[in-house]
């Protein structure tokens, strides 16, 4: 098992969370918590004009639980009107995403 490892990066009114190991049941709430900091730090920022990028290129793995932080991430986003959005996606977790229905919203 690969840890999971978050690095965030602040330029320019983004936040960029770099997500590389394994995201799984075991590591889900690491990332849940971090991201929801970054939520927050974003909601108060001046003029609400802040983005959150997550970056998961040198993700390794990702489960179901893994793929339901992410949704989760998306959807605290959407209802505090920050722009989030994965960048960096490998083959395999694309195939997931689209085969769960999630590559339009989370991409």
Same mark, same amino acid.
């Given at each position: 098992?690969?840890?999971?490892?978050?690095?965030?990066?602040?330029?320019?009114?983004?936040?960029?969370?770099?997500?590389?190991?394994? +995201?799984?049941?075991?590591?889900?709430? %690491?990332?849940?918590?971090?991201?929801?900091?970054l %939520?927050?730090?974003?909601?108060?920022?001046?003029?609400? &004009?802040?983005? #959150?990028?997550?970056?998961?290129?040198?993700?390794?793995?990702?489960d179901?639980?893994?793929?339901?932080? #992410?949704?989760f991430?998306?959807n605290?986003? &959407?209802? &505090? &009107?920050?722009? %989030?959005?994965?960048?960096?996606?490998?083959?395999?977790?694309?195939? #997931? #995403?689209?085969?769960?229905? +999630?590559?339009?919203r %989370?991409?």
């Amino acid at each position: 098992m690969e840890p999971l490892h978050l690095t965030t990066v602040r330029r320019n009114g983004t936040l960029t969370v770099s997500v590389s190991g394994e +995201l799984d049941i075991a590591t889900t709430e %690491l990332l849940r918590d971090h991201l929801l900091d970054l %939520l927050r730090e974003a909601d108060s920022a001046p003029h609400k &004009q802040v983005a #959150l990028v997550i970056e998961v290129s040198r993700l390794t793995f990702i489960d179901a639980a893994g793929l339901g932080i #992410l949704v989760f991430a998306h959807n605290a986003a &959407q209802r &505090q &009107q920050t722009p %989030l959005r994965l960048t960096g996606v490998p083959p395999s977790m694309r195939r #997931l #995403l689209r085969i769960t229905g +999630l590559e339009g919203r %989370l991409t």
